[in-house]
């Protein structure tokens, strides 16, 4: 079975703190995304990588940013956190071919004071 | 530019009922797959099933089947015989692939599960 591991489940920041969100795949998969999971929003693509060191933005990237410098771990990172950033996150991988299947991992819950 | 909707923010169904989940989606690309993911409550999201655009005939797994009208761009999920561990919320999503790798999702629906 395919395997995303998040680092953390729930995390707790002050306003201005860098944050590091971390996602492992052990399925060898090329793609890699960072989604924002609010109520009411669904969810929304933030940075996506179909290739170590590769990187694209998706809909809502301002005030973040991402790393991939192996295939299996896709960073997020929050330069400098606040209070809207405050979400559950969720990352996904899937293979090269891919007919859109994603592999979630369980998530990362934000709060940001 | 590609949408997807869901218009029932939150249902509720007794156990072993039917319930259907509703879903529509723009696009206009002729090749495109639809997906239903699951989302239980403190769990990772998974995939319920999945719909080629090609393919005329409905998807079904197991107790989950879809309503794909592709003219009126429909697509919704019913889940016959509902459990307690169907208690998820349930998103629709639309993938054209490509170069872009990308699913669409739209807003979800809370399904609660009765006993």
């Known amino acids: 079975d395919v395997k995303v591991t998040q680092s953390s489940r729930y995390l707790v920041k002050r306003t201005g703190e860098k944050v590091f969100l971390e996602c492992v795949q052990d399925?060898?998969?090329?793609?890699m995304f960072w989604y924002r999971q609010d109520p009411g929003l669904g969810l929304r693509l933030i940075y996506f990588?179909?290739?170590?060191?590769?990187?694209e933005k998706g809909d809502i990237p301002e005030g973040y940013s991402v790393s991939r410098e192996k295939k299996e771990r896709f960073s997020l990172i929050l330069e400098s956190a606040s209070t809207n950033q405050t979400s559950m996150y969720l990352c996904?991988?899937?293979?090269?071919?891919?007919?859109?299947?994603?592999?979630f991992g369980e998530g990362s819950r934000l709060t940001v004071l | 530019a590609q949408t997807v909707t869901q218009s029932q923010p939150e249902m509720s169904v007794q156990e072993a009922e039917t319930v259907t989940l509703s879903c529509t989606y723009d696009?206009?690309?002729?090749?495109?797959?639809l997906f239903w993911y699951k989302q239980p409550p403190s769990r990772q999201m998974i995939l319920v099933i999945r719909?080629?655009?090609?393919?005329?005939q409905n998807a079904t797994e197991n107790r989950f089947s879809v309503n794909f009208q592709k003219a009126a761009k429909s697509f919704s999920l019913k889940i016959s015989d509902s459990q307690l561990g169907d208690t998820a919320m349930y998103f629709c999503?639309?993938?054209?692939?490509?170069?872009?790798?990308?699913?669409?999702f739209g807003t979800g629906t809370l399904l609660a599960v009765q006993p």
């Open positions: 996904a991988s899937t293979p090269g071919q891919t007919t859109g299947e994603l592999f």
């Open positions: 399925m060898d998969h090329e793609n």
């Open positions: 990588s179909y290739d170590v060191k590769m990187k």
């Open positions: 696009t206009s690309e002729s090749n495109y797959y």
């Open positions: 719909q080629e655009a090609y393919k005329q």
């Open positions: 999503a639309l993938f054209h692939g490509g170069a872009t790798n990308k699913l669409i």
